[in-house]
T-cell receptor, first 112, second 112 residues
């Protein structure tokens, strides 16, 4: 257990619905990352926060995706109007120094 | 951007044998190279890492080597045990992009 928690662990939703995931990082880490992992692949970077500021966004993060980190603590990732291609594991990572990253257990999203 | 290639995709060894996984990267600016172990249904777990100013690092049965000139790095596991069975990912961190780029993973199977 890395100390990073994610909720929910599993989410099944119908196409077109909105979903929101939460990540609670290690408390003393001020950097937080979101990645997406599809079956048989390595994680792919989505976005990065330092405190409450969103500093980097991948081109993978379409306008249906939005992430926030109010007050620089927990973070949420919302997907609007879900599509079947959004089905994946969404991983959050916490970092003390931008480089070392400790992952949570992930949220597995299935869009039917 | 950075590209990380990982080989082999699957590796089967007998208990007690050594396992070696190799990765190459493309961006000479990458300066941090972690290895993650991922078990089924779990998030990636950081098992060892190496920074670009070091050529080799060892932690009990696992070691990582880095050749900056050739842009490749390797994971070595000695005296393998059944609990080493998992998917292993290499990654490279590029400061300019503030993200980890992952390889495609190696499924290691340790048989009795």
């Amino acid at each position: 257990d890395t100390g990073v928690s994610q909720n929910p662990r599993h989410k099944i939703t119908k196409r077109g619905q909105n979903v929101t995931f939460r990540c609670d990082p290690i408390s003393e880490h001020n950097r937080l990352y979101w990645y997406r992992q599809t079956l048989g692949q390595g994680p792919e970077f989505l976005t990065y926060f330092q405190n409450e500021a969103q500093l980097e966004k991948s081109r993978l993060l379409s306008d249906r995706f939005s992430a926030e980190r109010p007050k620089g603590s927990f973070s949420t990732l919302e997907i609007q109007r879900t599509e079947q291609g959004d089905s994946a594991m969404y991983l959050c990572a916490s970092s003390p120094d931008r480089v070392e990253q400790y992952f949570g257990p992930g949220t597995r999203l299935t869009v039917t | 951007g950075e590209n990380v290639e990982q080989h082999p995709s699957t590796l089967s060894v007998q208990e007690g044998d050594s396992a070696v996984i190799k990765c190459t990267y493309s961006d000479s600016a990458s300066n941090y190279f972690p290895w993650y172990k991922q078990e089924l249904g779990k998030g990636p777990q950081l098992i060892i890492d190496i920074r670009s100013n070091v050529g080799e690092k060892k932690d009990q049965r696992i070691a990582v080597t880095l050749n900056k000139t050739a842009k490749h790095f390797s994971l070595h596991i000695t005296e393998t045990q059944p609990e080493d069975s998992a998917v292993y990912f290499c990654a490279a961190f590029t400061g300019t992009a503030s993200k980890l780029t992952f390889g495609t993973g190696t499924r290691l199977q340790v048989t009795l």
